[in-house]
């Protein structure tokens, strides 16, 4: 007998989903160098992150939050609207089956229909992971701050990466 596949569906973000994003965010702060604090968030810095977003949206399968992603802002200025910093997290155990892709185009559409078409992200130097996906879809490393953060007990640098989109012109599909 076959084993059925998990259905994979991504949302708008909902209040009620917060804590699920926390427990997201918060495995990846214990078990690796994606995200940058050294100690587990609680709520309330978490929030402050996410009432930065321009965009949220999650990632679910059948059962429970899997991931999610946000749109930032790269500064907080008209002038910059059409620039946003993509963030997401997807839980290890659902990763290399296409979902961060599925995850940053529809990202990508959403901003898109806002007007973002150009795209930085921020990554640890030590999420090697991360900084290949993000070549594979076509962001170029554009700057590096050197030991601008410490780890695990060590330094690391933080690597930005960008895409640039022209505007109406480009689709997720096309860009990818």
């Known amino acids: 007998m076959g084993t059925s596949r998990k259905k994979i569906t991504i949302h708008d973000f909902r209040q009620g989903d917060l804590d699920a994003l926390l427990a997201v965010f918060n495995s990846f702060v214990r078990d690796s160098h994606a995200a940058y604090p050294e100690s587990e968030l609680n709520r309330e810095p978490f929030e402050k992150i996410m009432a930065k977003a321009k965009i949220i949206v999650t990632l679910r399968d059948d059962e429970a939050v899997i991931g999610f992603g946000f749109i930032s802002a790269y500064k907080p200025l008209a002038n910059f609207d059409h620039t946003g910093v993509l963030t997401y997290f997807i839980l290890t155990d659902h990763t290399g089956m ?3 892709t599925l995850l940053l185009h529809e990202l990508i559409r ?3 229909e806002a007007g973002i078409t150009n795209y930085l992200a921020h990554i640890s130097s030590r999420n090697e992971q991360s900084l ?3 070549r ?3 962001f170029k490393e554009v700057g590096r ?3 601008v ?3 695990f007990g060590e330094l690391i640098d933080v690597v930005w990466v960008q895409k640039q989109l022209s505007p109406g012109g480009d689709s997720c599909s096309e860009a990818y």
Request: charge should be positive; proline fraction near 0%.
């Open 98 to 100: 296409g979902l961060g």
């Open 110 to 112: 959403r901003g898109l």
């Open 132 to 134: 290949n996906f993000h």
């Open 136 to 138: 594979k879809h076509g």
């Open 145 to 147: 701050f050197k030991q």
């Open 149 to 151: 953060a410490r780890k």
